[in-house]
């Protein structure tokens, strides 16, 4: 079984990266610059925020974090969202999740500018992706699984792909880009029944579903490559996946591995659209 790791994937997009932002600052004067929104102190989102900062400083792009506190009220939030949209100096803006109760979903959606929504949630870019235009941003998670599928020179054209899961920011946008890039696709969720008879249907199998250890051997074809998206962290403190690697190794042909397999590629996605956003805003000025 091949290991399908991210860190070769995330190194060659980064050295290309770290290219186009220099040839942009050379020729704009400017820094493409990411703003990250976070409310709470949810550990999690403390550490993912800050691993965006150094990423970004790392390729010699700019950041800031707009920080709040847990109790903070949707309209001071939806007010400093607005400066950053109108703020000609950022380019990106990312409103880290999950957000506290106060905040509602169907409205937070709207609030980032299409032009500077490099997480692709709001639902002008949901429609294009969906429409195949170019114009708009491609969710950072699913952007990256593509990625890892391209550089292992893996043909999906043809091929019967299973997802299991559908949220708005993994499962939905997977199936999309996998639709366009011409994989048979079914799509499985929670209230799925027999679910082992669809997954051994499946070619390419990937796995977005919050379930630790959901998926093992039992569920995979022979021969299958098999995508873990999952993240967990076991009471141990290790990292996990949807996906239980035990014996994986006597049926999938490929697997990307939980920690090191889809988790790297989604920061580095995460750039890629800053600096495409910067560039698409340089250019309407
Ligand atoms: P989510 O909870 O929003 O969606 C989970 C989906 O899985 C739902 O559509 C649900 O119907 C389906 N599902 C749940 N249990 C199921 C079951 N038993 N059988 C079939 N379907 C089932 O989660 P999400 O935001 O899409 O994230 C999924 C996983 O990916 C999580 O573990 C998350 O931590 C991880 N994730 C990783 C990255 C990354 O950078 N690698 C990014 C985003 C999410």
Redesign the pocket.
């Known amino acids: 079984m091949k290991l399908l790791e991210a860190k070769p994937v995330a190194d060659k997009m980064k050295q290309d990266l770290s290219k186009r932002v220099e040839s942009f600052t050379r020729r704009t004067g400017v820094k493409p610059k990411l703003a990250v929104v976070l409310v709470g102190d949810d550990p999690a989102s403390v550490i993912y925020t800050s691993k965006k900062g150094k990423a970004a400083e790392a390729l010699a792009m700019e950041h800031l974090t707009a920080r709040f506190s847990e109790d903070a009220s949707p309209f001071e939030v939806h007010q400093k969202i607005q400066e950053l949209n109108q703020d000609p100096s950022v380019h990106g803006i990312l409103i880290q999740r999950p957000l506290p109760k106060a905040f509602k979903e169907e409205e937070v959606l709207y609030w980032v500018t299409p032009e500077k929504d490099v997480d692709a949630f709001h639902p002008l870019n949901v429609g294009r992706l969906s429409l195949g235009l170019k114009e708009g941003f491609t969710p950072c998670?699913p952007a990256?699984v593509m990625e890892i599928l391209k550089f292992y020179e893996i043909d999906i054209a043809g091929k019967n792909a299973v997802i299991?899961?559908?949220?708005a920011?993994?499962?939905k946008p997977m199936a999309t880009l996998l639709l366009q890039n011409d994989a048979t696709v079914m799509q499985?969720?929670?209230r799925?029944c027999a679910?082992p008879e669809i997954t051994h249907k499946a070619d390419l199998l990937i796995v977005?579903?919050?379930?630790h250890h959901?998926i093992d051997k039992s569920f995979v074809k022979k021969g299958a490559i098999v995508i873990d998206?999952?993240?967990?962290r076991t009471p141990e403190g290790k990292v996990e996946g949807?996906v239980n690697p035990a014996g994986l190794e006597q049926v999938a042909a490929a697997y990307t591995p939980v920690p090191g397999g889809?988790?790297p590629m989604?920061i580095a996605l995460l750039l890629s659209n800053t600096l495409r956003a910067a560039e698409r805003l340089s250019r309407s000025i």
């Open positions: 998670t990256g299991i899961g559908r949220s920011i993994v499962g499985c969720h929670r799925t679910l977005a579903a919050g379930k959901l998206v999952g993240i967990h949807d889809v988790g989604t």
